[in-house]
């Protein structure tokens, strides 16, 4: 029970923490390319960082909202309904749910971290690592660790949302 | 089972990138070595090619040079403007002033090795939209795409200005006049269908158009010696065919004008006058000056 | 042992799993069931790669700048105007909902950003004066997909990206298909409006049409700014996105003026929509390159040489398949599922691309407003509060004329091909 509470704070509280980053991100990325053209046109030689931040911000962005989106459970989804189900069939179906989505996430998360014979340096956060952004001259692991990031908060929110099932009663249906 | 993942369509007159992909191919198939090309863009683009090699998921890629490059820098001596003057110097500098073996020490520690570097058509010269270039101060105001920093640097000294586009952009970009220009081997243009846009081309040989063969070195290093032979075989051979290639492509010039587009020739003093004002690229940073130094040294300066 | 994988799929689907976690488990069943285990490994770096990706970045660029324009009031002028101009026709409120669509549409790229802010506005206002919620909602729903025909259009953006061709010509050649959906539209809501007896706007409740316009002009000016701004060049569409945001916000400020709650918020939804459709990408990305692995597009090329199909057989083919999966799958996912592995065939055979892309997005679009997927139907019905399957009812009239239109879109391939011809952005005769 206690695990339980802990988990849905944390989950909670690291979801505020993306949002603010998403939010972030979005606004970075938007104004890099916005001074892109301006810069064209004021300066008539807009700097060579602009195009490659806005991207990774947008990769930040993106990856952070999905976060947020499976956290608020907005994401497309055929069924929505389901999730209120409760009881023992209701159980099942969340097992399943969380089943599924950790099938998709834990491999991600593995080969994000270890790659061959279980090496750290050669995942693909320890990959990148060596490699320099094409403009910017610091290293793509601060791009790509955007990757992983997303998906142990994903992970930490199904596991939060398996233990609301089992110890909170229903929450109003999803719009 | 080798997997070749291509870069270009798999034509045998227009690419020579394909020549060297499809004879290695060939070469390895005869060996009794089973081996399979995967089409452009199937397995992934290029940095995830890089990455499915440098894993040991794919043995054998044909990539961009600047893709190395991210790893370790000392393969950007091959994007020194005026640094080369033909494919037989870059080949000696390669092969025989052991800079590929130079190359692959940075590289290698990282799964991934330069098996082969390709041409892909004569030197790089310089397209346009405006108006014919001639000489160095035909640049001034002339906007051109840039890859990277470098190029930058190049056009700035050049007196002209760059603006980075991305390669998918880069139609768009020249249609609408965001970019008026970019530096390509002449077969660039018609393969991608620019020559609608693309009015001036000046053949000023800046670089050579190379692209690189990368293999995975946990594939390479894990084969029995007698197949790791048949490999370094295969890939010779498809070096001469991709060379033997090249200098059968002097008919892209007659294609250019038919698609319309006017070639400019340079005369030696505006080509002396284009390597002389290039001249700042060598200290932008693009390569060391330990390294250039090697460079020097492997080309016999 | 593959047939694991749809089983998993459906029963993960069924369970209340959001679609790009069930697509995603799906594919790493599918890569452990065939014996491709070991090329899990390139996931994280496909998951970066199909992100990174500048053309992409007008996708959430114009879903901020609609946020924006809906929070500073830039709809609602719009909304004003369309009613000074068709509001006192029968079923005025009806013909505002679209010519509101076709203003929506030169600023915002996207059908899901009309769609939602059209149900918010204006579903309850044609409520409150007397129409049915389900009409009232499925003519939004409907009508959104003019947003994405007419330039700017997150979707051309894509298709442009995927087969490399311009996407100037592709906004110049999606002007006039987009007004002739538009008037077919007109022509039905006319239809339902003389058989139902829809009202009109009493002359105190249409706005006086001069002052409006005057009010709306600078709302009027963003498609000009943002499509002129392609079409001459000042700025690549990826750009002229991110010129729209800017622009969207100064014209707000003329408005109701934007509070810093408003940005913020209009930040975080575009942060999590683009989450959302970028999930589901990574997901579908997963599942082609075990297609590639497997040599999935060479077997469809054989396939199409095998049934020997000519390039109106396989366009019509090519039609039915994106109709349906427009219907399953988001837009953005069956782009870049079946662009790649059919569109080569059909350009091989002779058709424009130019031409195909604006075939194959009104395809798509269709899709949005199709069930069981259908991404402006879920937000319509979330939005506008009525139960998805009786929305999905209503608009079935809607759907089956705008199939027509894309036959005549088909058909004459000049419908779309004239502007960008006279533009010289496409060549031949
Ligand atoms: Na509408
Ligand atoms: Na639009």
Partial sequence: ?175 | ?301 | MIWLAPAAGIALLVSGLALAYVVGAASVVAYLASGNGRYLAVLPQQIFSRIDVFALMAMPLFILSGEIMNRGGVTRALIRLSMAIVGRLPGGLGHVNIMTSVFFAGISGSAVADAAALSNTLVPSMREQGYTNSYASAITAASSIIGPIIPPSIILIFYGALMSTSVTALFLAGIVPGLLLACALFAVNAFYAWRDDHPRLTREEAPPLVATFWQTAPALLLPLIIVGGIVFGLATPTEAAAVAVFAALGVGALYDGLSRKDILEGLRRTAVLSGSIFMLITAVAALGHLGALERLPEAIAALVAELGLGPIQYLIVLNVVFLLAGMVLDVPVALALLVPLLAPVALAQGADPVHLGIVLSFNLCIGLISPPLGGCLLVVSAVARIDYWELARAIVPFVIVEIVVLGLLVAFPEISLALPRAFGFVGGG
């Fill in chain 2, 1 to 301: 089972q080798v997997k070749v993942a291509l870069d270009s369509p798999p034509d045998l007159q227009g690419s020579g990138s394909y020549v060297w992909a499809h004879t290695f191919v060939e070469e390895l198939k005869k060996a009794g070595i089973e081996a399979e090309e995967y089409q452009r863009g199937a397995l992934g683009g290029d940095d995830e090619l890089f990455d499915q090699v440098s894993q040991g998921l794919l043995e054998v890629s044909m990539s961009p040079l600047g893709i190395v490059g991210s790893l370790d820098n000392t393969i950007y001596g091959l994007r020194l403007p005026y640094f080369f003057q033909d494919m037989g110097e870059v080949d000696k500098a390669l092969y025989e002033g052991g800079m590929l073996e130079k190359i692959n020490e940075g590289t290698t520690s990282h799964g991934v090795r330069v098996l082969a570097v390709n041409t892909v058509g004569q030197g790089s010269g310089i397209f346009n939209t405006k108006k014919p270039v001639e000489k160095v101060a035909d640049m001034q105001g002339l906007r051109m795409r840039a890859l990277d920093e470098s190029q930058i640097d190049l056009f700035e000294a050049w007196g002209a200005s760059g603006t980075i586009v991305s390669w998918a952009e880069v139609p768009n970009a020249l249609q609408t006049g965001v970019a008026e220009g970019y530096l390509n081997p002449p077969i660039v243009p018609l393969l991608f269908g620019h020559t609608d846009f693309i009015k001036f081309f000046t053949d000023a040989e800046i670089t050579p158009s190379l692209r690189i063969t990368i293999v995975s070195e946990d594939w390479y290093q894990g084969l029995s010696d007698e197949d790791r032979a048949k490999v370094d075989a295969a890939a010779e051979a498809a070096n001469k065919a991709n060379r033997d290639w090249l200098a059968s492509q002097d008919s892209v010039y007659g294609k250019l004008k038919e698609a319309g587009v006017q070639i400019s020739e340079l005369g030696d003093d505006a080509r002396a006058a284009f390597r002389e004002a290039s001249q700042p690229v060598y200290d932008s940073g693009l390569v060391t000056p330990e390294q250039l130094a090697a460079w020097k040294t492997a080309k016999g300066e």
């Fill in chain 1, 1 to 175: 029970m206690r695990a339980a509470a802990f988990l849905i704070r944390l989950s909670a509280g690291l979801n505020r923490i993306a949002l603010w980053g998403a939010v972030l991100a979005v606004a970075v990325m938007a104004f890099s390319a916005g001074y892109q053209v301006v810069a064209r046109y004021v300066f008539d030689a807009p700097p060579v960082w602009t195009e490659e931040l806005a991207r990774r911000a947008m990769v930040w962005a993106g990856m952070l909202g999905a976060s947020v989106a499976f956290h608020e459970r907005s994401d497309p989804n055929l069924f929505p309904h389901m999730v209120s189900v409760r009881g023992s069939r209701g159980a099942a179906l969340a097992l399943l749910r969380a089943a599924g989505a950790a099938v998709f996430v834990l491999p991600v998360l593995y080969y994000s971290l270890l790659g061959p014979s279980f090496s750290l340096a050669r995942g693909f956060i320890g990959r990148t690592l060596e490699r320099k952004a094409e403009m910017m001259g610091i290293s793509m692991a601060w791009f790509t660790a955007a990757i992983p990031v997303a998906f142990t908060l994903i992970l930490i929110h199904l596991l939060a949302q398996l233990a609301r099932h089992f110890t909170q009663p229903p929450e109003s249906t999803p719009a």
